[in-house]
C-alpha cells in the first residue's frame, strides 16, 4: 500500500519563542524539535517536545535546557497555519518544527 502525499500545512504567522534568563547567561544555544497536530483550522493541537534539547548538552545545564524546552512548546502553541488539505478539503496532519535557541 502506498501512502498519497498531502500538501502540508503552511506556516501564517510565527512566535519567536523566550529565551531564560539562566540560558542567556550560560549563553545555552540549540534546537528544540516540536511535534505536533495542524487542525483543520490551522491550529496546533497535541504540541509536544519530539526532541530535548537536553539531550545535546552536559547534565549540569540539562535544567536549563528543559526550560527552553518549555518555551518552545509555549511558543509553537501559538503559531497559525494554513491546514494541510486532500482532495480540496482541511486534514489534520501531524508535523514537526524546528525552533532554534541563538544568541546574537
Do not use: C, H
Not at 12 to 40: C, H, I, M, N, Y
Not at 41 to 55: E, M, T
Not at 62 to 69: F, Q, T, V
Request: avoid cysteine; charge should be positive; proline fraction near 8%.
Amino acid at each position: 500500500m502506498w501512502a498519497m502525499a498531502l500538501p502540508p500545512p503552511k506556516l501564517v504567522s510565527s512566535v519567536d519563542p523566550e529565551f531564560t534568563e539562566q540560558a542567556r547567561r550560560k549563553k545555552l544555544e540549540g534546537v528544540v524539535v516540536v511535534a505536533l497536530t495542524v487542525d483543520t483550522a490551522g491550529n496546533p493541537q497535541d504540541v509536544r517536545v519530539a526532541r530535548s534539547l537536553a539531550q545535546d548538552v552536559s547534565n549540569k545545564y540539562k535544567k536549563i535546557a528543559l526550560g527552553l524546552d518549555a518555551n518552545a512548546v509555549a511558543a509553537v502553541k501559538q503559531y497559525r497555519f494554513q491546514p494541510g488539505q486532500f482532495q480540496g478539503k482541511p486534514v489534520p496532519v501531524e508535523i514537526e518544527v524546528r525552533v532554534n535557541f541563538r544568541i546574537w
